[in-house]
């Protein structure tokens, strides 16, 4: 589909939690203990695979993420990132991310990850109120939270956190004194997501009770366009619908995802795309390592995406980015034209030469402009 080859993106699911929560697929992986030797020599040869299928290129950036990525061993993360640098070579300013909650217990832990090769981290604060944590299903207040983030900011070169907003009964005022706060910590990188009922989900259980109203939608509008112009106006400009960054501060990570570049996914229930092809690891680790143990990787599934299929997901990725999506490297790109000639004169889409871009006004509205003219 592309005519130029952009750095290649490493992610590195650990399935293994500590604790139950209330929207993780993941609560089967509950471990009191690890066989931490074994698992790293796995996810070693797993990582060879991938290597091995995806020759001379170059890493921008490896994700650690998954049940509770700031509980691996830190030899563990040094090792992958060790290897993933032998198979590859690291593009300058190579992007090391690891995902973690804010508790103390792992807040103790960011000095040895950070001394792993670890240089960036993104923290799941969520609130920074102690009933909607509470609510949320979160093990931590605020205070914990806010010491795991002062101590991340001291190990790490780039700090980034997560805030929900858009929960029940909050007013907007709220919302805006909750974002300022936030600010004020003076991370580069904010995740700002409205809260979302998905099936299947504690949420999902209490909605149908009846006992969790449905945020009203011209509410959460209003919140959505006071989120981007108070971020913008603080600096860290929206560049993705839910992620704010100042310039240059992007997640380079997630970048390759919206981008539609390839990434290589190893570790239990990891995606990947490779050239044009979907991989899935086995979920459950124990097949997992299984699979290692006769084949030498952990894959489940390897599907060749047709180029109409490809093309539908670099629409759907791109068109979340405020720099929209270049048509010229999705060739027969699947829009719908007229729906498309509708929406312009709408200003909630515009063309700009090649390039597709979702405006400011069409930005609140995504999910339906991505049904209307995406024709999957």
């Known amino acids: 589909m592309a005519t130029e080859t952009p750095p290649l993106a490493l992610y590195v699911h650990w399935p293994f939690c500590v604790s139950?929560?209330?929207?993780?697929?993941?609560?089967?992986?509950v471990r009191e203990s690890v066989d931490q030797e074994a698992w790293r020599a796995a996810m070693l040869a797993d990582l060879a695979h991938e290597a091995a299928l995806l020759p001379g290129r170059k890493l921008g950036s490896i994700f650690f993420g998954g049940g509770t990525p700031s509980l691996m061993p830190p030899e563990t993360v040094a090792?992958?990132?060790?290897?993933?640098?032998?198979?590859?070579?690291?593009?300058?300013?190579?992007?090391?991310?690891?995902?973690?909650n804010p508790s103390s217990v792992e807040a103790a832990r960011f000095a040895d990850l950070a001394a792993a090769g670890v240089n960036r981290v993104s923290l799941g604060l969520q609130a920074l109120d102690d009933a909607a944590l509470r609510f949320l299903?979160?093990?931590?207040?605020?205070?914990?939270?806010?010491?795991?983030?002062?101590?991340?900011?001291?190990?790490?070169?780039?700090?980034?956190?997560d805030l929900i907003y858009a929960r029940p009964e909050?007013?907007?005022?709220?919302?805006?004194?909750?974002?300022?706060?936030?600010?004020?910590?003076?991370?580069?990188?904010?995740?700002?997501?409205?809260?979302?009922?998905?099936?299947?989900?504690?949420?999902?259980?209490?909605?149908?009770?009846?006992?969790l109203a449905a945020f009203d939608p011209d509410a959460a509008?209003?919140?959505?366009?006071?989120?981007?112009?108070?971020?913008?106006?603080?600096?860290?400009?929206?560049?993705?619908?839910?992620?704010?960054?100042?310039?240059?501060?992007?997640?380079?990570?997630?970048?390759?995802?919206?981008?539609y570049g390839d990434y290589a996914g190893i570790g239990p229930g990891a995606h990947g795309r490779r050239t044009g092809m979907a991989t899935v690891r086995h979920k459950k680790p124990e097949n997992w390592i299984a699979a290692i143990g006769r084949n030498g990787h952990g894959t489940q599934l390897e599907d060749a995406l047709s180029r109409h299929d490809r093309g539908v997901e670099a629409l759907l990725m791109g068109l979340r980015l405020t720099e929209g999506v270049d048509l010229d490297r999705i060739p027969d790109a699947p829009i719908d034209e007229r729906a498309l000639a509708r929406l312009i004169p709408l200003d909630l889409i515009v063309r700009d030469g090649s390039r597709l871009i979702v405006t400011e006004s069409g930005m609140p509205v995504l999910e339906a402009i991505l049904r209307e003219i995406v024709l999957a």
């Open 20 to 29: 139950k929560c209330p929207y993780c697929d993941f609560n089967s992986h």
């Open 221 to 259: 509008a209003d919140l959505f366009e006071a989120t981007r112009a108070i971020t913008t106006a603080a600096g860290l400009p929206p560049y993705e619908v839910s992620n704010h960054a100042r310039r240059g501060s992007e997640s380079r990570h997630n970048l390759t995802y919206w981008r």
């Open 79 to 100: 090792a992958v990132i060790d290897a993933a640098e032998r198979a590859w070579g690291f593009e300058p300013g190579v992007e090391i991310t690891l995902e973690a």
């Open 137 to 161: 299903g979160r093990a931590h207040d605020v205070n914990e939270g806010l010491g795991a983030l002062e101590t991340a900011q001291k190990h790490f070169a780039r700090v980034s956190f």
């Open 170 to 211: 909050q007013t907007q005022a709220q919302w805006e004194a909750e974002l300022a706060r936030a600010l004020a910590f003076g991370t580069e990188h904010l995740s700002l997501y409205q809260l979302t009922i998905e099936p299947g989900t504690r949420f999902a259980t209490l909605f149908d009770k009846g006992e």
